[in-house]
């Protein structure tokens, strides 16, 4: 088998991304036995993807060589498919791997199953580290992307108000959710939200009782909302109550909020998901998540992994959003 060394680039040496999935699709080996795609980002690092064929096929994945991959290397865990549109369509799906990745010595997937003509090799990363102490040791996850969410948190408050949020300095109204009560600041609340700025300025319930009643959050997920607002939240409360955060930034007109979950939900699709999270972008109007969902399911392909599913979603879906997803299928589709 050949290694990573150097292969003229061809016509369809590209590799597209879209999330955590990069898809390389090859019309013809032609004379040669080994391919080698173009450099892709994902992460921090630039990967190649390369194929050989003889008895079998053999994929690789390595990052691109040089300093980074030899002082960072990526600790990756990911899944390899090589679909053939055939007719008959086949695919042929790898185990999950978690593999320490220098160079293209490190990894290599036999493929079994042959056929003829364009196929397509996707890789779909599940999570990717950073190896430290030659290998021995990881750090954290580099997904989520928490210095986005910290980042979008810190420019819509001042240092103050955490503290000002988490030891109740000088709170003045009340907030009433499914299983408990929280205390915040009519002011903070009002700057940030055209609702809740409605609700102390006109004649209302809540001016008059200093109250609000919040009845379709928990009080989890509303201090989730609340440390947002303050620039208190954490990371990992962000990535757990994001859902909620979307609908309720929708609700009271908290777009920071509903640019930080659309993002956030961008960055995990996966065939798990992926028509769950079509449904709350036609929901909310997340034309970006929308977007995304759409070419995740039929530009790569990935609507025969919720064959299953597809039909009950067309049941429950909105009339609009079934004729957009027939357009895509036209816009996309090539006679073979």
Known sequence: MSGGGGSPSGPDSRVETISRLAQWRIDTFGPCSYRRSDPFKLGIWNWYLSVEKSRS???RLFPEPGRLAKEQPPLARFVLRVSWVGPPRRSSVSPVFEQLLRSSDDFV???????????????EFLDLKIATNNGTESSSSIWPNEGMVQGVASKSTLGCL??????SIHTDVTINTTDGVLKAHKSVLAACSPVFESMFIHDLKEKESSTIDIGDMCVESCSALL???YGTIRQEQFWKHRLALLAAANKYGLGEVKACCEESLLEDISSGNVLERL???WLYQLERLKKGCLAYLFVFGKIYDVRDEISGFFHHADRELTLEMFQEVLSVWKPI
Do not use: K, N, P
């Not at 997937?109 to 890789?123: A, C, E, K, P, Y």
């Not at 955490?162 to 030891?167: A, G, I, K, P, V």
């Open 279 to 281: 449904h709350v972008a």
């Open 227 to 229: 440390g947002f607002v």
């Open 162 to 167: 955490s503290r000002m949020l988490t030891e």
């Open 57 to 59: 096929v053999y994929v």
């Open 109 to 123: 997937w036999q493929v079994d199953v042959m056929s003829h003509g364009r196929f397509t090799i996707d890789v």
